[in-house]
């Protein structure tokens, strides 16, 4: 299929929440990704930074495989045995004293105004039930 194939199924079966570029990317290597044309592009995005260390990172790979031949995913209802230390590791790296890992921002939002609640009831004393979280509309 080419990019015009692509994006018309896209088109299709896609909700229209958000409006990517017109390149469907096929394949990547370091800082180049290529789309199903076969046409070279040098990625400054960089998956909005999740990508930094480059696409097919060769450590990346070994260390992902490494770990797939172990086991793949957790649910948080369980502990596993990468948490512990990776928390530490966190922990020493930044100074904080607790570490609590989202899987996307709208999940580190609401934790955020969670905390915010607590404190608004701990520290700041106000009555039980009475705090007001005031949160922008589409942001």
């Not at 079966?13 to 789309?35: F, K, T």
């Amino acid at each position: 299929m080419n990019t015009t194939e692509y994006l018309t199924e896209v088109d299709e079966y896609s909700a229209h929440n958000y409006l990517p570029l017109s390149i469907v990317l096929s394949r990547g290597e370091g800082a180049w990704v290529w789309d199903v044309d076969g046409k070279k592009y040098l990625d400054c995005l960089a998956a909005y930074s999740a990508m930094n260390h480059g696409h097919r990172h060769p450590k990346v790979i070994a260390a992902a495989q490494e770990q797939l031949g172990k086991l793949t995913l957790t649910s948080r209802a369980f502990h596993n045995d990468k948490m512990g230390p990776f928390l530490h590791q966190v922990c020493d790296l930044t100074g904080y004293q607790k570490a609590l890992p989202m899987n996307t921002g709208a999940e580190a939002v609401e934790t955020a105004i969670k905390a915010v609640r607590r404190w608004g009831y701990r520290v700041k004393g106000v009555p039980s039930d009475a705090a007001e979280i005031i949160v922008c509309h589409n942001n």
